[in-house]
Structures are given as C-alpha cells and as structure tokens.
C-alpha cells in the first residue's frame, strides 16, 4: 500500500491546516486509518484514529489527549481517502506528521501503540 499525505505547511499559531492521505495499491482489507507525528528529537507519537471497518465501530474515532477538541479525522471510503482538520494550532503541534494503515483490527485506542503501514510524511510548522 501506498500513502501520500499532503497539506502540510506553515501557519500562525491559532491558525487552521487541513491534511489530506490517499491510499492506493491495497491488497488487504483495512480496518483503520490515522495519523502519527514525530517533532524534532521526539519520537512519533499517535494523533488520531478512524475506524474503516463494519459493525458498531464502523466510522469510530479516537484521538491523542493533546488534540482533542482540536483536531477532526474523517474519511472518504469512495476515495480511499482519510483527513486530518486541525485547528486551534499551538506551536507544540510542530512536526511531520504521517499517514498510517491498519490491516489488522484492534480496538481503536490500542492504535495509539502503531499502525501497520505509515507513507512519507507533511511538515506542519506553527508559529508563536
């Protein structure tokens, strides 16, 4: 599979930035899409959570304590398409951030340790 972020770029902290990923070449069947970031000398670190699968998960979100209420992930299965709308942006949010798929089903909460597959990431630069 492959993901290509974009939407990624500099913005005044308060500001809005809305990322966009598609995915193409799948061979498996997702079961959720997110997005992880990694800051200068910081590991990655989990953001967000959407849920591609069926049942009572189906369309389910979760998200990192730092971005809630902030930060909005959806998706667009026609298009094999996840977003990240950001808003409210600190200059803690400062990082590349990534795209990421998951083939294999976890509780939501638990893609907070990782996902199977990340594409290159979109810088996001929020000034003070």
């Known amino acids: 599979v492959q993901l290509q972020a974009s939407g990624g770029g500099l913005v005044q902290a308060g500001g809005s930035l809305r990322l966009s990923c598609a995915a193409s070449g799948r061979t498996f069947s997702t079961n959720a899409m997110g997005w992880f970031r990694q800051a200068p000398g910081k590991e990655r670190e989990f953001v967000a959570v959407?849920?591609?699968?069926?049942?009572?998960?189906?369309?389910?979100?979760y998200y990192a304590d730092p971005v809630k209420g902030r930060f909005t992930i959806s998706r667009d299965n026609a298009k094999n398409a996840v977003y990240l709308q950001m808003r409210s942006l600190k200059p803690e949010d400062t990082a590349v951030y990534y795209c990421?798929?998951?083939?294999?089903?976890?509780?939501?909460?638990?893609?907070?340790?990782?996902?199977?597959?990340y594409g290159k990431g979109t810088q996001v630069t929020v000034s003070s």
């Open positions: 990421a798929e998951a083939s294999s089903w976890l509780p939501l909460d638990q893609y907070y340790y990782g996902m199977d597959y």
């Open positions: 959407i849920s591609w699968s069926g049942g009572s998960t189906y369309g389910s979100t």
